[in-house]
């Protein structure tokens, strides 16, 4: 039988859980809303990522999660990332260059600092995502992900 304490904490976590999802939506559509046009005709950019997702198995919480993701240009005009942002403050991305000639590439370092969340909602599964805005017209928005388990 549940305690009113369990129904509370089952309820703070809902919470906060939903206002993650609705602010990682907010985040996303603000990404999109701010990407720069690619050119209508002719050569275009062409992002791929090395992977999509990092599985990073289990750590511990207040450990750091260090990875990193390889960003080429496949297509055959400069690719220009616009934005570069994450799913959460616990989440660090940087890249080693934010425009890409035909056929270059950029190396995208990302850290998850697991204790920069409460333990309460920051142990046990956790997904955190990076967003790459960029000027490619087919995929104007790249996402990443890390997951994995905390403990």
Do not use: H, W
Request: charged residues 20%; contains cysteine; glycine residues 8%.
């Amino acid at each position: 039988m549940s305690s009113p304490a369990d129904f509370l904490l089952s309820s703070k976590t809902l919470l906060v859980s939903s206002g993650l999802i609705i602010l990682v939506m907010l985040g996303a559509y603000g990404f999109y809303a701010a990407m720069p046009e690619a050119p209508e005709d002719g050569e275009l950019p062409e992002i791929e990522v090395s992977s999509e997702v990092y599985d990073f198995g289990e750590v511990e919480y207040g450990s750091e999660v260090r990875t990193q993701f390889t960003l080429y240009n496949r297509g055959e005009a400069d690719l220009q990332i616009s934005d570069l942002s994450t799913s959460c403050p616990c989440a660090v991305a940087e890249l080693s260059s934010k425009k890409l000639a035909p056929g270059d590439t950029s190396t995208l370092d990302v850290v998850y600092y697991t204790d920069q969340m409460p333990a309460l909602t920051g142990t046990g599964f956790q997904e955190r995502f990076v967003f790459v805005g960029n000027n490619d017209p087919r995929q104007p928005l790249l996402t990443v992900e890390l997951s994995g388990n905390v403990n």
